[in-house]
């Protein structure tokens, strides 16, 4: 049995009480106890004093579908506390062969070059996650820009009943070996000739799961609320929970339009 104790720290718990000093005691990499924080540090304990210690932070948002392999240390993370990222947001996802039909298309050439994307489905590179080993949790969506790429011809329209079909199937499989939503990036040209029934057909695949549709809005300018509503119109067609990603009021005519943004966000009825 190992056992560590860090004396002194100051705990911020996650339930958000406010931060109290304490003694933690760690065994076999399990919190065993937190105990006041004695006068004098026990012995072979690490000093926490002046320190603070919380949960792991959960990274919501990020691109890291090839890093958590590539540099599975994920040392950029780790430095800054956070243990679980979340992967494959903005309708980009790494977790399935994109190019199919040609050059990898735009924006998915932000997480990496063309070979990155080796993996026949889903299954796969959750397998290449797991072997890789990464210190983080890692917890993936898939990227409509993505299925559109591995099914589609041409981004530049509405995808066919067949397509939909297809994008929707693989959706459902991914969610079957382990992903945790559905996310899309309508602002970007190779998804927004998507109509809002394309989406809505994907989405479907979300009902009765638990998982998430997560939305780089359609627009984060002057067409926001129209933006949201259709976010929170696919939602309610999947019986989704709808997480709006780094929500903006983008470009100076939405300059102080961030309450009715934020209230819309409130009163939505999920
Ligand atoms: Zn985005």
Partial sequence: ?????????????????????????????????????????????IDGRGLVLAPGFIDAHTHDDFAVIAAPAMTAKVTQGVTTVVVGNCGISGGMNVTAHGDLPDPLVLLGAADAFRYDDFAAYAQAVDRAGPATNVVALVGHTALRARHMDALDRDATG????????????????????????????????????????????LRDTNALYCTHLRSEAGEIVAALDEAFAIGRHAAAPVVVSHLKCAGAPQYGRSGEILAMLETAAL
């Fill in 1 to 45: 049995m190992t056992r560590t104790i860090i004396a002194g720290v100051s705990v911020y718990d996650g339930t958000g009480t406010p931060a109290y000093d304490a003694d933690v005691e760690i065994r076999d990499d399990i919190i065993a106890s937190i105990r006041p924080a004695a006068s004098h540090p026990p012995t072979d304990s």
């Fill in 162 to 205: 067949a397509e939909r079909m297809a994008m929707r199937a693989d959706l459902t499989t991914a969610l079957d070996a382990g992903a945790f939503g559905f996310s899309t990036g309508l602002a970007y040209a190779n998804a927004n000739a998507a109509s809002t029934e394309e989406v809505m057909t994907l989405a479907e695949a």
